[in-house]
């Protein structure tokens, strides 16, 4: 099992160009299942998710050809659909049940194994299920698989009112209104910004969609959708993640493609916290001010809020800040997981339930550490640049999921930093 070597201490100097977002290819992906034209997506990120959700769309019977190093992917769904989504990929992946709307809308049934992923939470296939049931379907669960029918053989239109704005409920719930018979109304949707990128790529599919970005969707059902090519959204984690960066170790990067409407409250915390950032006509610049990061309090909230993902990567950072920071995980249960291990580096954090309480130190020092998931991952690699002496992360097949080539892009901004193998 990989591992990776950080050796802490030098400031981060240049440019790191991002990737397009992941949360939203893994959406779009499926979206070829509408059409039995082709769906070419630019700006993929390559990551081992990618290819899960590849592996899953041929199963399925979809045709999926990567190109350019993996950055351009077209698909085609024509012809005959196996409608079985199996234990065996989806297990990999959680996103992987984002194939039950589309399966839905267009062969009016599927059979969808419960989904695998970050153990970060339970986060329960309900909300999906009943917005489906509210469109005329009928959904069973037995021996670990959903199995859903349309009434009638398709889908109709409804009014959906979500308990809470899920991001794949209202990604699956969109993509079955596409090509339900009349209206579909989302209430408490998700306005997370690769929702609206997915309504941005079926609009250019022939979906009649209005409202995406904002508590409520509206989507007329079309008869048909027809193929398109779309260029996915730049991976708004995947920004943050790398604007930390020169905040953990000083120096100025600029993060090509970077945007701060995709991370406005991000951008407000670190702003506080004693960190500029600033537009370039590339993307966006992020330094560091003078002497040691503030103190900054955090609550995790659904998009505009705080997001979830960045707060282990936040958290590692408020280590050293001057004073105590409470950081509220209000998304996920578990998501703590990475306080043991920056604790192992001299961090003082205590856990109370969903509330971190993180009094700041001087230096953080270099251990060996494991990642627990994805985002806790790059958080003890980001906490590694700024300690004294080595750190090894171990377990880090989760960071293949999310951030692709993180050693060389790391690198190249002064990083030192090294994969190791166990081979």
């Avoid at 915390?269 to 950032?277: N, Q, T």
Wanted: some cysteine.
């Amino acid at each position: 099992m990989d591992s990776i070597l950080v050796r802490g201490g030098g400031a981060l100097n240049g440019q790191i160009p991002i990737a397009g977002a992941k949360n939203a290819c893994l959406a779009l992906m499926p979206a070829t299942l509408l059409s039995e034209e082709p769906l070419t997506l630019t700006n993929a990120p390559r990551l081992s998710d990618i290819r899960t959700m590849t592996q899953l769309l041929q199963s399925l019977g979809a045709e999926v050809a990567a190109m350019q190093d993996g950055k351009v992917i077209t698909m085609a769904s024509h012809g005959e659909i196996n409608t079985r989504a199996e234990y065996d990929i989806v297990r990999k992946m959680r996103a992987s049940n984002l194939v039950l709307g589309p399966l839905l809308a267009r062969e009016g049934h599927a059979e969808v194994s419960l989904p695998g992923g970050c153990a970060i939470g339970a986060r329960p296939m309900d909300i999906h299920t009943d917005g489906l049931a509210k469109m005329g379907a009928e959904i069973d669960l037995r021996d670990g698989y959903l199995y859903a029918k349309a009434a009638g053989g398709k889908l109709k239109g409804a009014v959906i009112d979500f308990p809470f704005a899920s991001v794949g409920a209202t990604e699956n719930i969109l993509m079955a209104a596409t090509l339900a018979k009349g209206t579909t109304v989302i209430n408490n949707a998700a306005r997370e910004p690769e929702i609206v990128d997915l309504a941005d790529c079926l609009r250019a599919m022939g979906a009649q969609i209005e409202g995406d970005g904002t508590s409520s969707i509206t989507i007329q059902g079309v008869d048909s959708l027809h193929g398109a090519t779309h260029k996915v959204v730049t991976d708004r984690i995947e920004l943050g993640t790398y604007m930390l960066a020169p905040a953990f170790c000083g120096g100025e990067v600029e993060l090509l493609g970077g945007r701060i409407d995709l991370l406005e409250a991000f951008c407000e915390k670190l702003d506080a916290a004693g960190i500029d950032v600033s537009e370039t006509d590339a993307g966006l610049k992020v330094a560091r001010r003078n002497g040691r990061i503030s103190a900054v309090d955090v609550t995790t909230e659904p998009f505009p809020g705080f997001p979830t993902d960045l707060q282990a990567q936040m958290m590692a950072l408020l280590c050293t800040a001057e004073g105590t920071s409470v950081l509220e995980e209000k998304i996920f249960e578990n998501r703590f997981m990475h306080a043991p291990e920056l604790i192992r580096m001299g961090a003082r954090i205590d856990v109370q339930g969903g509330t971190a309480k993180v009094t700041g130190v001087e230096k953080l020092k270099g251990a060996p550490v494991m990642a627990t998931d994805l985002r806790a991952s790059i958080s003890l690699i980001l906490a590694g640049l700024a300690a004294t002496g080595e750190t090894t992360v171990s377990r880090v097949y989760h960071l293949d999921r999310g951030y692709e080539h993180v050693v060389s892009k790391l690198r190249g901004v002064g990083a030192d930093i090294e994969r190791i193998s166990d081979k």
